[in-house]
């Protein structure tokens, strides 16, 4: 329904969309439509997400790298896998990385920013519910993500900043040939600044509202989602071992795993499924508002409420799904069409439906399966001696696991070069 494509930013969402200045936030209108189809028509389109797969499996590689040189030893997967998807989604946007001791260092800083907003993104504030306190800001939250976005919007400065000098100083033939087919996000957002005409141009605050989207967006939802389906499997040694045959029979134990492998994976793109089931990443989905008042089953929504659509608690209906709280990643096996993650079955919505439907679902998809196909082929992996494995959740607009997965990896690939 198109009244519910407006948002309602928060007061802290306020300022990490520079002013709703970026899609997640923006309301339902013109320039949201314009960032919305440059953003999925240059990162998301499959001949880009095609020319990105170099970079992608660089760093898948990288991981496999690191989880083998500490084999027997326990480790937090949580950690690890957002250093990847962090340095996939860095190299989309402005083609560099965090390497070596950065990797880790400026890495694990990264997390806990993006992890501190998207808590005060979901925090309750009095502000919100009583607008005539909204300057006494009595929580602190808006301070605190005033100061969490400036940590990022220092880094946006630098690499901008970084971009123009390398414009100004090279404009030989062969540099700008070069460029043309390396683009990466920036470099084209950049341009549409300087050359778009008045429909097309972007401003610098748009930029960096499109920079905090994909940084926020891209990062914590799926290295939460790997994290959880991580930790169901390592509960159920059934899936486990459904999962490595699949693989060992697609993929074979003396070579790696290709993106090119996940459509043939069948059995492990289904717990993919159940885990965005029974783990839905955005499990209230992004506040939506109605735009008129309206009626839903006999409900009247008045214009202008804050809408919460509690995807968490549809997609656990019993109602709805059989044994709604056992992890059975069969259930979609048996009606393989029913559910996709584009939001036609309204009993699964884990990226949301419609207008507002999640714009990262395509890199979401192949990301999360290469990652976690490549991490169960690669190793095999069990709990830490006398460590009970912990389910509970932890409130927020992203639901993350309360204690994070730590667990011991052994190397089960025919050689060590299958580990460079
Ligand atoms: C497993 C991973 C992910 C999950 C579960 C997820 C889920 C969601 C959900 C539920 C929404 C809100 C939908 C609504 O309000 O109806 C959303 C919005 C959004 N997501 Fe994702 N997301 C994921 C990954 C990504 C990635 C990788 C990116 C980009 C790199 C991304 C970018 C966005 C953006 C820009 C929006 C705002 C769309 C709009 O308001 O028009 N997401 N996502």
């Not at 717990?271 to 992004?286: F, G, I």
């Not at 839903?296 to 549809?314: D, Q």
Request: net charge neutral.
């Amino acid at each position: 329904m198109q009244f519910f494509a407006n948002r309602d930013p928060p007061a802290s969402a306020l300022i990490s969309s520079y002013g709703k200045h970026d899609i997640v936030w923006m309301s339902n209108g013109p320039e949201w439509r314009q960032l919305r189809k440059i953003f999925v028509r240059k990162l998301m389109s499959s001949s880009s997400l095609n020319a990105g797969y170099g970079l992608r499996r660089q760093e898948v590689r990288e991981i496999v790298r690191e989880v083998y040189k500490q084999v027997g030893l326990p480790i937090n997967i949580g950690e690890q896998i957002f250093l990847t998807i962090l340095n996939v989604v860095m190299n989309m946007l402005w083609g560099g990385s965090l390497q070596g001791e950065d990797r880790k260092n400026v890495g694990v800083e990264f997390r806990q920013v993006v992890g501190e907003i998207v808590e005060m993104i979901g925090k309750p504030n009095i502000s919100d519910f009583f607008p005539v306190l909204a300057r006494f800001d009595l929580q602190g939250i808006k301070s605190n993500t005033k100061k969490l976005v400036s940590w990022f919007d220092r880094i946006f400065d630098s690499v901008i900043a970084l971009r123009m000098d390398v414009d100004v100083d090279d404009k030989s033939e062969a540099k700008k040939e070069n460029k043309e087919s390396n683009k990466d996000f920036l470099q084209f957002l950049l341009e549409l600044k300087n050359q778009g005409d008045s429909k097309t141009s972007l401003s610098m605050t748009q930029i960096k509202g499109l920079l905090l989207d994909t940084v926020l967006g891209g990062t914590d939802t799926t290295s939460t989602t790997l994290e959880w389906a991580m930790a169901e499997i390592l509960k159920n040694p059934e899936i486990i071992r459904k999962v490595q045959e699949e693989l060992d029979e697609v993929v074979g134990n003396d070579s790696i795993v290709e993106e090119s492998h996940i459509p043939k994976l069948h059995y492990l793109n289904t717990v993919l499924k159940e885990t965005l089931r029974l783990h839905p990443a955005v499990p209230l989905l992004v506040p939506h508002c109605p735009s008129q008042s309206c009626t839903v089953a006999g409900y009247t929504i008045p214009e202008g409420s804050r809408i919460f659509v509690n995807v968490w608690a549809m997609q656990r209906d019993p109602k709805a799904w059989e044994n709604p709280l056992e992890f059975q990643p069969e259930r979609f096996l048996k009606e393989p069409g029913k559910c996709d993650y584009q939001g036609n079955n309204f009993q699964y919505l884990p990226f949301g439906s419609g207008r507002r439907v999640c714009a990262g679902i395509s890199l979401a998809e192949k990301l999360v399966a290469y990652v976690l196909a490549t991490l169960l082929h690669s190793f095999d992996w069990k709990l830490p001696e006398g460590v009970k494995l912990d389910l509970s959740d932890k409130f927020g607009i992203i639901l993350k696991k309360s204690e994070p997965l730590v667990a011991i990896p052994t190397a089960r690939l025919s050689t060590p070069e299958l580990y460079n």
